[in-house]
């Protein structure tokens, strides 16, 4: 038959509960019979049991609440904007370098916002109403949600240079979920076939640009003045683009 | 896993932000408790834990479902864990006796009536806690994810990547080990 600590080895199966219930019924005899086994399955639920019962030590609960918050700050529900609060947020942003940067980003907000109104003849924004109407079951609300968490990021990735250094681990989250984004700009990609929906794929396109440059970049190309300057003029272009997308849509809804 | 956990996860994969929120609320401590467990250190433990929710966001791609998502973000914690762990051999490790003297709000355990019992139990359970430290490091993983944190001999495999009988292997002779220095205390005495 089996040595001693082969058998001993097997009682633990059996005290496990990993024995077929016919073995099991079998090595229950021989459990009964071997002092060794007997002796070890003893000791095996004293240890067991102190082991899986034992109390835990610490932490200290301001300790613990310091991790709460700094996990929810990093994975939290980032509230949502009331609709063009970034607009007040970007006003009362303190850094001299932002507010340059915002003095400017509002100018090109301006000059692309004439742009954009000229450039768009009411065909095309009938257009873009005709696709979300075709298709509104199916893909307004994921373009919502899109618009809605690329507007959350844009501001995050906006205030950076307030934050000042931004914490290793903040500067992992931010650039996964810019990945993420990325991600979701594919499936939008897919669901959208017509010609009509090429305003918004122009939209996407700068977009994906925008966040394959934030990837790419250094943390430290970003603190030059210039090149802030230059993202928030980027930034706030494509923030103001999709909100004019999200205008259509909404008002599209009113339409139904 | 149950129907909301799934969601949640295709939720987060799809991009959902609050909805990987909502997942890390639900493990954060659990974690946390895992890692203390190998690291025996609350401030070390609370940074691993933040790291191990980042990968895991990072690559919930990878997640495919076939574990359990609990198993998985275990497997997360263990890696990070022992990987912080041999970095850092020869820092101290905190001494477990006066830490588990030095107790404060975690009473949620009463499993025993009598004080007294209650006594010669805590005592087992620092002298088993001090053994743990002799052991390898694999029969020690599978001690500490089995009867702290009661997870399955089969998620253990899973988790360590290895057959449920080498698990049991790597069990038992950690338990043949906490026998035989608890029988070798009560001689010295
Ligand atoms: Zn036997």
Redesign the interface.
């Known amino acids: 038959m089996e040595g001693p600590l082969e058998c001993?080895?097997k009682t633990?199966?059996w005290l496990?509960g990993?024995l077929a219930r016919q073995e099991a019924g079998k090595w229950a005899d021989h459990v009964e019979r071997c002092e060794t086994c007997r002796a070890?399955a003893a000791?095996?639920r004293?240890?067991?049991h102190?082991?899986?019962?034992?109390?835990?030590?610490?932490?200290?609960?301001s300790?613990?609440d310091?991790?709460?918050t700094?996990?929810?700050r990093?994975?939290?529900?980032?509230s949502a904007p009331p609709r063009r609060s970034w607009v007040d947020r970007l006003l009362l942003s303190p850094a001299p370098a932002m507010r340059l940067g915002q003095a400017a980003a509002m100018l090109v907000l301006g000059i692309s916002l004439g742009w954009f109104l000229t450039r768009q003849p009411s065909r095309e924004k009938e257009s873009v109403t005709v696709v979300m109407d075709q298709t509104a079951a199916a893909t307004a609300r994921p373009i919502d949600?899109f618009f809605h968490?690329s507007e959350i990021w844009l501001l995050d990735v906006m205030n950076l240079p307030q934050n000042g250094k931004l914490a290793d681990?903040e500067w992992?989250?931010t650039r996964?979920?810019a990945?993420?984004?990325l991600?979701?700009i594919v499936?939008i990609r897919e669901m959208s076939k017509a010609d009509e929906e090429k305003q918004v794929q122009t939209y996407l396109d700068g977009f994906e640009i925008l966040l394959l440059d934030m990837i790419n970049s250094q943390k430290n190309d970003r603190s030059e003045i210039l090149m802030q300057i230059r993202q928030a003029i980027t930034e706030l272009d494509l923030l103001f683009r999709a909100d004019m997308i999200r205008d259509q849509i909404q008002s599209d809804h009113q339409h139904i | 896993m149950g129907f909301h956990e799934k969601r949640l996860i295709l939720r987060a994969k799809a991009g959902d932000y609050a909805a990987f929120g909502e997942l890390v609320t639900a493990y954060q401590d659990k974690i946390l408790y895992l890692i203390y467990d190998f690291v025996r250190n609350y401030e070390d433990a609370k940074d691993l834990a933040q790291d191990v929710f980042i990968k895991a966001f990072e690559r919930l791609d990878q997640f495919e479902g076939r574990s359990r998502f609990s198993t998985w973000l275990h497997r997360i914690a263990v890696n990070q864990a022992l990987d912080f762990k041999r970095r850092h051999k020869k820092m101290k490790v905190q001494d477990l006796e006066s830490s588990l003297l030095n107790r404060d709000e975690f009473h949620d355990r009463q499993p025993f009536p009598s004080a007294e019992r209650s006594l010669e139990q805590q005592e087992l359970r620092i002298q088993l806690e001090h053994c743990l430290g002799e052991v390898s490091e694999n029969q020690k993983t599978a001690v500490i994810l089995k009867y702290f944190h009661q997870q399955s001999t089969e998620e253990i495999a899973e988790l360590m990547q290895c057959s449920e009988a080498t698990v049991r292997t790597h069990l038992f002779r950690a338990i043949q080990h906490l026998r035989k220095s608890l029988i070798l205390n009560e001689l010295d005495r």
């Open positions: 001993t080895e633990m199966a496990d990993a070890f000791d095996y004293i240890i067991s102190a082991l899986s019962h034992r109390q835990r030590t610490g932490p200290f609960k300790m613990l310091s991790y709460h700094e996990l929810s990093l994975f939290s529900v980032k949600d968490e681990q992992k989250v996964s979920y990945e993420r984004l991600g979701q499936i």
